[in-house]
Protein backbone atom coordinates (compact mmCIF):
# COMPACT_ATOMS: atom_id res chain seq x y z
CA UNK A 1 0.00 0.00 0.00
CA UNK A 2 1.65 3.54 -0.90
CA UNK A 3 1.46 6.34 1.30
CA UNK A 4 2.99 9.91 1.84
CA UNK A 5 5.55 8.96 4.50
CA UNK A 6 8.78 10.27 3.04
CA UNK A 7 11.58 7.33 3.95
CA UNK A 8 15.09 9.08 4.22
CA UNK A 9 17.95 7.07 3.58
CA UNK A 10 21.42 8.36 4.68
CA UNK A 11 22.07 8.78 8.77
CA UNK A 12 18.51 7.01 8.97
CA UNK A 13 16.46 10.02 10.15
CA UNK A 14 13.12 7.83 9.81
CA UNK A 15 14.03 3.89 9.16
CA UNK A 16 11.82 2.20 7.30
CA UNK A 17 11.73 -0.59 10.21
CA UNK A 18 10.87 2.65 12.77
CA UNK A 19 8.01 4.42 11.06
CA UNK A 20 5.20 5.04 12.33
CA UNK A 21 2.42 2.55 12.48
CA UNK A 22 4.49 0.45 9.93
CA UNK A 23 2.63 -2.79 11.12
CA UNK A 24 -0.68 -0.78 11.14
CA UNK A 25 0.08 0.52 7.28
CA UNK A 26 0.31 -3.62 6.01
CA UNK A 27 -2.77 -4.46 7.90
CA UNK A 28 -5.03 -1.43 5.99
CA UNK A 29 -7.55 -2.54 3.64
CA UNK A 30 -8.74 -0.26 0.70
CA UNK A 31 -12.31 -0.03 1.43
CA UNK A 32 -14.08 2.41 -0.14
CA UNK A 33 -18.17 1.99 0.24
CA UNK A 34 -20.25 4.77 -0.36
CA UNK A 35 -17.83 7.23 -0.07
CA UNK A 36 -17.52 6.50 3.56
CA UNK A 37 -14.27 7.89 5.51
CA UNK A 38 -12.87 5.07 7.18
CA UNK A 39 -10.20 5.62 9.92
CA UNK A 40 -7.51 3.28 11.48
CA UNK A 41 -6.35 3.28 14.43
CA UNK A 42 -5.17 6.80 15.76
CA UNK A 43 -2.16 7.58 17.91
CA UNK A 44 -2.06 11.48 19.73
CA UNK A 45 1.43 12.50 19.20
CA UNK A 46 3.29 15.91 20.28
CA UNK A 47 4.34 17.36 16.88
CA UNK A 48 4.63 21.17 14.80
CA UNK A 49 2.88 21.18 11.83
CA UNK A 50 3.56 23.82 9.26
CA UNK A 51 0.87 25.35 6.48
CA UNK A 52 2.65 27.24 3.47
CA UNK A 53 0.52 29.35 1.22
CA UNK A 54 1.28 31.56 -2.05
CA UNK A 55 0.32 35.02 -1.71
CA UNK A 56 -1.28 36.40 -5.13
CA UNK A 57 -1.42 33.14 -7.06
CA UNK A 58 -4.84 33.46 -7.83
CA UNK A 59 -4.16 37.03 -9.28
CA UNK A 60 -1.33 35.40 -11.23
CA UNK A 61 -3.44 32.47 -12.42
CA UNK A 62 -5.65 34.61 -13.81
CA UNK A 63 -3.44 35.97 -16.22
CA UNK A 64 -1.82 32.77 -17.30
CA UNK A 65 -5.18 31.69 -18.34
CA UNK A 66 -6.45 35.03 -20.09
CA UNK A 67 -3.06 34.45 -22.51
CA UNK A 68 -4.02 31.02 -22.76
CA UNK A 69 -0.48 29.80 -20.82
CA UNK A 70 -1.43 27.90 -18.04
CA UNK A 71 1.90 25.68 -18.78
CA UNK A 72 3.23 28.49 -16.99
CA UNK A 73 1.18 27.74 -13.53
CA UNK A 74 1.77 24.05 -13.94
CA UNK A 75 5.55 24.43 -14.44
CA UNK A 76 5.35 26.56 -11.33
CA UNK A 77 3.83 24.67 -9.62
CA UNK A 78 6.10 21.58 -10.26
CA UNK A 79 8.81 23.83 -9.21
CA UNK A 80 7.62 24.95 -6.00
CA UNK A 81 6.35 21.28 -5.10
CA UNK A 82 9.87 20.12 -5.88
CA UNK A 83 11.69 22.75 -3.80
CA UNK A 84 9.22 21.98 -0.99
CA UNK A 85 9.43 18.76 -0.60
CA UNK A 86 13.31 18.81 -0.77
CA UNK A 87 13.08 21.52 2.02
CA UNK A 88 10.86 19.61 4.39
CA UNK A 89 13.08 16.04 3.67
CA UNK A 90 16.32 18.19 4.62
CA UNK A 91 14.86 18.91 7.58
CA UNK A 92 13.49 15.74 9.06
CA UNK A 93 9.66 16.55 8.23
CA UNK A 94 6.87 14.73 6.44
CA UNK A 95 4.80 16.26 3.49
CA UNK A 96 1.18 15.65 4.59
CA UNK A 97 -0.28 16.96 1.58
CA UNK A 98 -0.95 19.58 -1.22
CA UNK A 99 -3.92 21.31 -2.62
CA UNK A 100 -3.51 23.91 -5.34
CA UNK A 101 -0.43 26.38 -3.95
CA UNK A 102 -0.90 25.20 -0.25
CA UNK A 103 1.58 22.77 1.58
CA UNK A 104 0.98 20.97 5.10
CA UNK A 105 3.61 19.00 6.35
CA UNK A 106 4.42 18.17 9.89
CA UNK A 107 7.87 17.58 12.00
CA UNK A 108 8.63 15.70 15.61
CA UNK A 109 9.67 12.02 16.69
CA UNK A 110 7.64 9.74 14.76
CA UNK A 111 8.55 6.87 17.37
CA UNK A 112 5.32 5.83 19.57
CA UNK A 113 7.74 4.56 22.16
CA UNK A 114 9.41 7.79 22.66
CA UNK A 115 6.38 10.11 22.97
CA UNK A 116 4.91 7.46 25.69
CA UNK A 117 3.38 9.69 28.33
CA UNK A 118 0.22 10.83 29.17
CA UNK A 119 -1.19 13.63 27.40
CA UNK A 120 -3.38 14.56 30.15
CA UNK A 121 -0.48 15.53 32.67
CA UNK A 122 -0.50 19.02 33.02
CA UNK A 123 2.14 21.18 31.13
CA UNK A 124 3.03 18.26 29.23
CA UNK A 125 3.16 19.77 26.14
CA UNK A 126 5.72 22.14 27.45
CA UNK A 127 8.61 19.05 28.68
CA UNK A 128 11.86 20.61 28.00
CA UNK A 129 13.32 16.97 27.15
CA UNK A 130 12.01 17.19 23.27
CA UNK A 131 11.20 20.10 20.96
CA UNK A 132 8.33 18.16 19.07
CA UNK A 133 9.92 19.43 15.83
CA UNK A 134 9.40 22.60 16.42
CA UNK A 135 13.11 23.88 15.90
CA UNK A 136 13.49 21.84 12.21
CA UNK A 137 9.73 22.87 11.26
CA UNK A 138 11.28 26.97 12.13
CA UNK A 139 14.32 25.87 10.24
CA UNK A 140 12.38 24.31 6.91
CA UNK A 141 10.17 27.53 7.38
CA UNK A 142 13.22 29.63 7.05
CA UNK A 143 15.20 27.38 4.12
CA UNK A 144 11.85 27.84 2.28
CA UNK A 145 11.67 31.14 1.96
CA UNK A 146 15.02 32.07 1.00
CA UNK A 147 14.22 29.49 -1.61
CA UNK A 148 11.17 30.69 -3.04
CA UNK A 149 12.37 33.99 -3.33
CA UNK A 150 15.13 32.55 -5.56
CA UNK A 151 12.60 30.58 -7.26
CA UNK A 152 10.52 34.09 -7.76
CA UNK A 153 13.00 36.19 -8.86
CA UNK A 154 14.33 33.31 -11.52
CA UNK A 155 10.64 32.42 -12.95
CA UNK A 156 9.90 36.57 -13.16
CA UNK A 157 12.83 36.53 -15.61
CA UNK A 158 11.95 33.20 -17.43
CA UNK A 159 8.24 34.11 -17.82
CA UNK A 160 9.34 38.01 -19.33
CA UNK A 161 11.25 36.61 -21.43
CA UNK A 162 8.87 33.77 -22.92
CA UNK A 163 6.35 36.40 -22.97
CA UNK A 164 8.61 38.56 -25.20
CA UNK A 165 9.15 35.96 -27.50
CA UNK A 166 5.51 35.20 -27.79
CA UNK A 167 4.70 38.46 -28.59
CA UNK A 168 7.10 38.58 -30.94
CA UNK A 169 6.16 35.50 -32.27
CA UNK A 170 2.03 36.84 -33.00
CA UNK A 171 3.96 39.62 -34.55
CA UNK A 172 6.39 38.37 -36.76
CA UNK A 173 2.92 35.63 -38.19
CA UNK A 174 0.73 38.58 -38.66
CA UNK A 175 2.98 39.98 -40.88
CA UNK A 176 3.70 36.60 -42.75
CA UNK A 177 0.21 35.91 -43.05
CA UNK A 178 -0.64 39.73 -44.48
CA UNK A 179 2.11 39.52 -47.39
CA UNK A 180 1.24 36.29 -48.74
CA UNK A 181 -2.88 37.58 -48.06
CA UNK A 182 -3.40 34.51 -46.37
CA UNK A 183 -5.55 35.56 -43.11
CA UNK A 184 -8.79 37.60 -43.47
CA UNK A 185 -9.03 40.97 -42.29
CA UNK A 186 -10.42 39.69 -39.39
CA UNK A 187 -7.67 37.23 -38.11
CA UNK A 188 -4.99 39.51 -38.56
CA UNK A 189 -6.85 42.12 -35.76
CA UNK A 190 -7.11 39.04 -33.28
CA UNK A 191 -3.12 38.74 -33.98
CA UNK A 192 -2.63 42.26 -33.23
CA UNK A 193 -5.05 42.12 -30.53
CA UNK A 194 -3.30 39.74 -29.06
CA UNK A 195 0.01 40.83 -29.40
CA UNK A 196 -1.10 44.16 -27.67
CA UNK A 197 -2.71 42.30 -25.08
CA UNK A 198 0.77 40.81 -23.98
CA UNK A 199 2.41 43.36 -24.82
CA UNK A 200 0.32 45.76 -22.44
CA UNK A 201 -0.43 43.26 -20.22
CA UNK A 202 0.93 40.61 -17.95
CA UNK A 203 4.18 42.23 -19.58
CA UNK A 204 3.55 45.18 -18.09
CA UNK A 205 3.20 44.62 -14.52
CA UNK A 206 3.23 40.79 -13.69
CA UNK A 207 1.85 40.59 -10.39
CA UNK A 208 3.91 39.90 -7.25
CA UNK A 209 3.56 36.80 -5.53
CA UNK A 210 5.30 35.51 -2.19
CA UNK A 211 5.23 32.30 0.27
CA UNK A 212 3.16 32.76 3.66
CA UNK A 213 3.63 30.31 6.67
CA UNK A 214 2.03 29.56 10.36
CA UNK A 215 3.71 26.88 12.11
CA UNK A 216 2.31 25.06 15.52
CA UNK A 217 3.16 23.09 18.20
CA UNK A 218 1.25 20.40 19.76
CA UNK A 219 -0.96 17.15 20.06
CA UNK A 220 -2.63 15.90 16.99
CA UNK A 221 -4.22 13.03 16.22
CA UNK A 222 -1.93 10.74 13.32
CA UNK A 223 -4.45 8.63 11.14
CA UNK A 224 -4.81 6.97 7.92
CA UNK A 225 -7.43 8.54 6.08
CA UNK A 226 -7.96 5.88 3.05
CA UNK A 227 -4.28 5.33 1.92
CA UNK A 228 -2.79 8.65 3.51
CA UNK A 229 -1.34 9.74 6.38
CA UNK A 230 -2.33 12.76 7.96
CA UNK A 231 -2.65 14.38 11.20
CA UNK A 232 -6.16 16.49 12.66
CA UNK A 233 -7.15 17.95 15.19
CA UNK A 234 -7.46 21.75 16.66
CA UNK A 235 -3.45 22.48 16.68
CA UNK A 236 -3.67 21.81 12.68
CA UNK A 237 -6.64 23.68 12.38
CA UNK A 238 -4.70 26.75 14.63
CA UNK A 239 -1.52 26.41 12.33
CA UNK A 240 -3.45 26.90 9.11
CA UNK A 241 -5.38 30.12 10.57
CA UNK A 242 -1.69 31.45 11.23
CA UNK A 243 -1.20 31.03 7.69
CA UNK A 244 -4.22 33.06 6.80
CA UNK A 245 -2.86 35.17 9.39
CA UNK A 246 0.15 35.92 7.89
CA UNK A 247 0.95 38.52 6.03
CA UNK A 248 3.15 38.68 2.38
CA UNK A 249 6.38 37.01 3.23
CA UNK A 250 5.63 36.31 6.52
CA UNK A 251 6.33 33.41 8.69
CA UNK A 252 4.39 33.36 11.97
CA UNK A 253 4.63 31.07 14.66
CA UNK A 254 1.74 30.38 17.93
CA UNK A 255 3.39 30.60 21.38
CA UNK A 256 3.54 27.03 21.47
CA UNK A 257 6.28 26.99 19.56
CA UNK A 258 8.05 29.90 20.59
CA UNK A 259 8.43 28.54 23.77
CA UNK A 260 10.11 25.35 22.23
CA UNK A 261 12.63 26.99 20.30
CA UNK A 262 13.11 29.83 23.44
CA UNK A 263 17.38 29.05 23.62
CA UNK A 264 17.50 29.06 19.81
CA UNK A 265 19.57 32.03 18.35
CA UNK A 266 16.20 32.97 15.95
CA UNK A 267 15.11 36.01 15.64
CA UNK A 268 11.38 36.76 16.42
CA UNK A 269 9.29 39.17 16.71
CA UNK A 270 6.48 39.22 19.17
CA UNK A 271 2.85 40.45 16.86
CA UNK A 272 0.13 41.65 19.63
CA UNK A 273 -3.26 40.17 18.79
CA UNK A 274 -6.66 42.75 19.50
CA UNK A 275 -10.01 42.94 18.29
CA UNK A 276 -8.94 44.48 15.00
CA UNK A 277 -7.03 41.36 13.93
CA UNK A 278 -8.05 38.48 15.35
CA UNK A 279 -7.28 35.01 14.37
CA UNK A 280 -10.27 33.33 13.00
CA UNK A 281 -11.76 30.43 15.18
CA UNK A 282 -9.66 31.83 17.35
CA UNK A 283 -10.40 34.79 18.82
CA UNK A 284 -9.20 34.25 22.45
CA UNK A 285 -5.67 33.94 21.28
CA UNK A 286 -3.69 37.25 22.54
CA UNK A 287 -0.43 37.01 20.53
CA UNK A 288 1.29 35.07 18.05
CA UNK A 289 5.37 35.65 16.70
CA UNK A 290 6.74 36.64 13.06
CA UNK A 291 10.28 34.55 12.54
CA UNK A 292 12.75 37.97 10.89
Aim: net charge negative; aromatic share 8%.
Amino acid sequence: MSHNIDVLGGEGIYNSEKLLLKEKVGQQTQEEENNLLHLTETYRLPITVVFWDISGFSRLAKIFYELDQEDFLLEFLEKYYRITRNVINRNNGVWDKAIGDGVMSWFGSLDIDHNQFSPSTPNSHDRDDNDDGALNAVKAAIELRSRFKCLKNELRIEWTNRLEKLSASIASKTKLNCKDKMPSETLKQQSQHENSKILHGPLSKLPDFDLKCGINTGFVRICLLYNQFTAVGTNVNLASRLQEFAETDQIVISSSTRRKIRNEKIMIRKIIINSNNTIKSFEDTDCCYEII
